[in-house]
């Protein structure tokens, strides 16, 4: 079964300091790997992916997010966070394979808060 | 400007009286996608659209349809709405099913069902 998982539900930074939101996924094949942003009472919006290549993926906004193959993960990282880059961010993956071709699956979020 | 719209924004309404939620969107994307968001759970798929008349069921599609008669609309329909189906929806579309397409969000519709 396909499956992402962001193991934690919130993440405090100060401003100024280096972030990282956790996403490990379970997929068969090769997957796609995006991360989206919610700002409140907004849709979600599209930041970076990772498709084939390099590892270290740059997206919106400064971030980031390193693939790791053999842990499976697919980490977002920012170098410095601002009070801006608070919101609610989704890792979601889509499967090669299957009859799941196509379709993208959620993480459950992670709460991202930058404190000044 | 390139957007997905989704109307209404919020709706209140009773057990059992039906409704439509609609969703465009103008850039004349082939997939398009429902899903709803509660706590703690994510985004859970409902159905998904490859194309003008060919959709399908996603993770949770029960007590709701779909249809795609044209490119640029996909309704949601709850026959019967139920309490349980209160909840936060957004419609999406990409430009193709193809794996490296990032899918475009609406604003998202707020439902209660009481």
């Known amino acids: 079964a396909q499956s992402v998982a962001q193991p934690e539900d919130q993440v405090n930074v100060a401003e100024g300091n280096p972030l990282t939101v956790k996403c490990t996924y379970s997929v068969s094949g090769n997957p796609y790997l995006f991360w989206y942003v919610q700002y409140p009472n907004r849709g979600l919006q599209f930041l970076l992916k990772y498709i084939t290549g390099d590892n270290l993926v740059k997206g919106s906004y400064g971030f980031e997010a390193e693939f790791n193959k053999s842990q499976t993960s697919f980490h977002l990282k920012k170098p410095s966070a601002l009070v801006s880059d608070s919101a609610l961010y989704f890792c979601a993956v889509r499967p090669d394979r299957g009859s799941t071709l196509g379709r993208l699956y959620f993480g459950r979020g992670t709460q991202l808060t930058v404190w000044p | 400007e390139a957007q997905v719209t989704q109307n209404p924004r919020y709706l209140i309404t009773v057990t059992g009286k039906k409704l439509t939620v609609t969703c465009s969107q103008n850039?004349?994307?082939?997939?398009m996608s429902w899903y709803r968001q509660d706590p703690g759970l994510g985004l859970r798929q409902i159905y998904y659209?490859?194309?003008?008349?060919?959709?399908d069921k996603g993770d949770v599609p029960e007590g709701y349809k779909v249809s795609r008669k044209e490119k640029r609309n996909f309704p949601l329909i709850l026959e019967s709405p139920s309490p349980n189906q209160t909840s936060l929806y957004f419609c999406?579309?990409?430009?193709?099913?193809?794996?490296?397409?990032?899918?475009?969000f609406g604003p998202g519709t707020r439902l209660t069902v009481l």
């Open positions: 999406a579309s990409s430009f193709s099913s193809g794996r490296n397409n990032e899918q475009f």
């Open positions: 850039m004349n994307h082939e997939y």
């Open positions: 659209s490859m194309n003008v008349e060919v959709t």
